[in-house]
Structures are given as structure tokens and as C-alpha cells.
């Protein structure tokens, strides 16, 4: 009675922890408006056009100070001395006969004001993180096994492992915070989805879930399917940015407020590079979960594969990946058509996910939803 009023106890302290952080997500989301609509767009055109123009006169490698520089000398000025070299100005991410194009500030803009609510945007980010991740642990407690036996636990763990991700990649240094927005976005809706229509009261598992393969096979397929999420945004805003680039190129010119938040993003390249790192880095691991599942069906079902539903997903899923890193191996498919296909291997994990368990009858429904 004690252990059960216990358990009890922790499930309801892992719900008010879970819309604890549904609130602060939502600061972060208004946050993360406030960042690009606030942030000066007029300084965000004039260093974009100064980049560009700099880029297109001249290669971006050096700048040679000092009076009458010798050409041809290896850097040395003509009276003799060694004339100073600054460091490169511009950096920019194409590669050989690609767009020469700058990576843009930031959805900051470059300005204080922009970055004070870019840094209001990702504490509240980082708090709402904590808080989620205190649900799940909350969670696991109340239950006492691994904390995604069904699809509103799965959901929560899916959610905070992203937001987990998002966070290692920006404190690593690296220009991600104009993911900030999307991901926020996304937590939202999919908290909204699991709070609402997929809630499940803490209950142990079914006998064939009760095993230690949860926690290796369900843990992995959590982490790729976020990575594959971080992917899919690269490769969306990859489209989005590699369409801006081109209008321009053609001496099209687009409205201000596009010009504004294009102005802002990484190069299209740089969005390219993203998705392909992140999707080739994760594939070996969503790799390892397909055979973990069949290993783990082996011992609970007596077969390794037996064409369910949602082991055929899984394997439509790693062929289209697989599909999606042979092209951009291949002469002619990479860029948007490679991009497309990228798109099509995140949509079938989205179906595997809830299309399988929502709408199709498979051994893996008995979970619960």
C-alpha cells in the first residue's frame, strides 16, 4: 500500500513537472519570436550585402596591410619588409563551383537586442529541458522500469532527448540557436499531442515487454528518431534557404521581411552539410536498432522477423536513409534531390511511429497508447 501510494505520488509530481514545462516552452517560443522579429533587420541587410559584395569581388582568403604590397612577392612587401595579414573576414561554406554565399548572423541579428532575447530564449529553453527531464525521470520511478513502455512516455523521452540534443550542439559552440524556434515549436505540439490524446496512468508492462531489451532497443530507436528530427529541420530550411539563394542569383529580389529572415540563416551549403552529418553520423545506430529489435523478438516471440507492421517500417525507414546517403554518394543527386529523399526517410519514421501505432493492427499496439 505504502509502495503503491508512493508510486502514485511520483506520477502526479511527473505530470506537474511535464506542464511545468509545456509553460516555460511556451516563454521560450515567444522568446524565440521576440529574437527574430525585434532583432535590428536593417543592420542584418547592410552586413549580408557588404559579405556578399566582398565574396564576389575577390576570393575571401586574406587581407594584406601595410604599405605597397608587392604582387606576386609570397606576401612580402615591396620595400623589403614583410607586409601583416589579418585574419580571413569571410568564411563561407560551398563547396568547389557552389553558391559563393556567407552564412548570416544569426537569428540574433548581431544586435543586443536581438541576442538578449536569443539568450532569454535558450534559459528558458534549457530550464524547460530540466523540468521535462524531471518528468520522464519522475516517471520512471512511478513505474519502476524504463520510462517509454507506450506512446505518451515514448513522446515525453522523444521530446526531451531533442531539446537534449539541441542544447549539447549550441553549448558545444556550434550556430544552431537558429533552431531554437522550430524545435520549440515542435516540443509544444508534440507535448500538446501526448498530454492530451495518448496519455496512459503509470502501469507495468505487458510480459513481453518486461525485458532488458527495452531499455537498449526503444532507447536508441528514441535518440536516432530525435537526431533524425534535427536532420529533417536542416534539410527543410536547406530547401527554403537554397530557393532564397537562387532568386537571388537571378537577380530577383524578394520582399523585405523575406530578405530579413533569409538575411539571418546559414548558407544553404551549410544546412546541407548539417543534415548529411547528422543523418550519416545516426544511421549505424538506427542500424543497430533494427537488429536489437530482432533479437529482442527472438527471444520474445520465438522469430527474429516476421514482417510486422512495424518491423517493415523500420526496414522501409533504414532503405530510405540508405537510399538518401547513396545519393548524396552520386553524381547528379545531390543538393535538393538528395534533400527530397531525406525528407521522404524522416516521413517514413513519422508513419512507423504514429501512423503504425495509431492506425495499424501490429504485435507492437499491445503497448498502449
Not at 516563454?27 to 542584418?44: D, M, N, P, Q
Not at 529489435?293 to 510486422?308: E, H, K, L, P, S
Not at 538518401?324 to 513519422?350: D, E, M, N, P, Q
Request: proline share 3%; glycine share 10%.
Amino acid at each position: 500500500m505504502i509502495i503503491a501510494a508512493a508510486n502514485e505520488d511520483l506520477a502526479n509530481i511527473s505530470n506537474v513537472l511535464v506542464y511545468s514545462a509545456m509553460a516555460v516552452y511556451t516563454l521560450a517560443f515567444l522568446a524565440h519570436i521576440a529574437e527574430w522579429v525585434l532583432g535590428s533587420r536593417s543592420k542584418v541587410g547592410r552586413t549580408a550585402a557588404a559579405l556578399t559584395a566582398t565574396s564576389t569581388a575577390a576570393p575571401p582568403a586574406v587581407r594584406v596591410r601595410g604599405a605597397q604590397a608587392a604582387a606576386g612577392s609570397g606576401g612580402t612587401a615591396g620595400s623589403g619588409g614583410t607586409a601583416v595579414l589579418d585574419k580571413p573576414e569571410i568564411v563561407t561554406r560551398g563547396a568547389a563551383g557552389a553558391r559563393n554565399v556567407p552564412d548570416g548572423p544569426g537569428a540574433a541579428a548581431g544586435d543586443e537586442k536581438g541576442d538578449l532575447y536569443g539568450r532569454i530564449a535558450v534559459s528558458l529553453t534549457t530550464l524547460a529541458f530540466l523540468l521535462e527531464a524531471g518528468g520522464v525521470i519522475a516517471r520512471a520511478l512511478s513505474v519502476e522500469r524504463a520510462p517509454w513502455g507506450n506512446m505518451y512516455e515514448f513522446s515525453l523521452t522523444f521530446s526531451t532527448v531533442a531539446t537534449g540534443t539541441y542544447l549539447a550542439l549550441l553549448f558545444a559552440g556550434k550556430n544552431v540557436r537558429w533552431m531554437g524556434l522550430p524545435l520549440v515549436t515542435t516540443v509544444l505540439l508534440d507535448l500538446g499531442l501526448a498530454t492530451t490524446w495518448l496519455y496512459t496512468e503509470s502501469d507495468q508492462l505487458v510480459p513481453a515487454l518486461d525485458s532488458y531489451w527495452l531499455w537498449i532497443h526503444v532507447s536508441t530507436a528514441i535518440f536516432c528518431g530525435a537526431v533524425f528530427y534535427i536532420g529533417a529541420v536542416a534539410t527543410v530550411l536547406y530547401l527554403v534557404r537554397d530557393g532564397y539563394e537562387a532568386k537571388v542569383a537571378r537577380g530577383e529580389k524578394p520582399g523585405a521581411f523575406v530578405r530579413s529572415v533569409m538575411e539571418r540563416l546559414p548558407a544553404a551549403a551549410t544546412f546541407d552539410k548539417l543534415a548529411y552529418r547528422v543523418n550519416a553520423a545516426v544511421f549505424p545506430l538506427w542500424t543497430f536498432t533494427i537488429i536489437a529489435g530482432a533479437i529482442w523478438a527472438g527471444d520474445a516471440w520465438g522469430r527474429y522477423w516476421g514482417w510486422d507492421a512495424k518491423e517493415v517500417w523500420s526496414f522501409i525507414t533504414w532503405v530510405a536513409y540508405a537510399a538518401y546517403l547513396h545519393a548524396r554518394a552520386t553524381v547528379g543527386w545531390k543538393g535538393r534531390k538528395a534533400s527530397y529523399i531525406a525528407l521522404i526517410a524522416f516521413a517514413c519514421w513519422l508513419f512507423n511511429y504514429y501512423g503504425v501505432n495509431l492506425f495499424v493492427n501490429s504485435l507492437h499496439s499491445y503497448a498502449g497508447v
